[in-house]
């Protein structure tokens, strides 16, 4: 089970730290992708870290202003998103198994394989 957290209010060109835990299971052996949804508007593959972190992968929406890291021994991934704009508000997740090519990145589901996701984490930004 994956839980995010870190999501907030914050302004424009400020900062957050997203969190995707694991419990029961430990995420080193899995490739992690974040994804964002706005509303009325299409999930969003964002950035793409793969089970060694040898592979990193970010849209170019975010490209410059996010980061992804895994901490092994915490069991966890985080997403640092530096000068967050409005368009950045959305509902965060992480999933394992993602996938990434030269169109995009994208979660194994689409092709029909398991995954796993959390719940989300809302982040809005606002003045």
């Known amino acids: 089970q994956l839980v995010e957290s870190g999501g907030g209010l914050v302004q424009p060109g400020g900062s957050l730290r997203l969190s995707c835990a694991a419990s029961?299971?430990?995420?080193?052996?899995?490739?992690i992708g974040w994804f964002r949804q706005a509303p009325g508007k299409e999930r969003e593959g964002i950035s793409y870290?793969?089970?060694?972190?040898?592979?990193?992968e970010y849209a170019d929406s975010v490209k410059g202003r996010f980061t992804i890291s895994r901490d092994i021994a915490a069991n966890t991934v985080f997403l640092q998103m530096n000068n967050l704009k409005p368009e950045d508000t959305a509902v965060y997740y992480c999933?394992?198994?993602?996938?990434?090519?030269?169109?995009?990145?994208?979660?194994?589901?689409?092709?029909?394989?398991?995954?796993?996701w959390g719940q989300g984490t809302q982040v809005t930004v606002s003045s």
């Open positions: 870290i793969s089970s060694t972190g040898v592979i990193i």
């Open positions: 999933a394992t198994d993602a996938v990434v090519s030269d169109k995009g990145i994208f979660p194994n589901s689409i092709r029909g394989l398991r995954d796993y």
């Open positions: 029961g299971d430990s995420l080193e052996y899995y490739a």
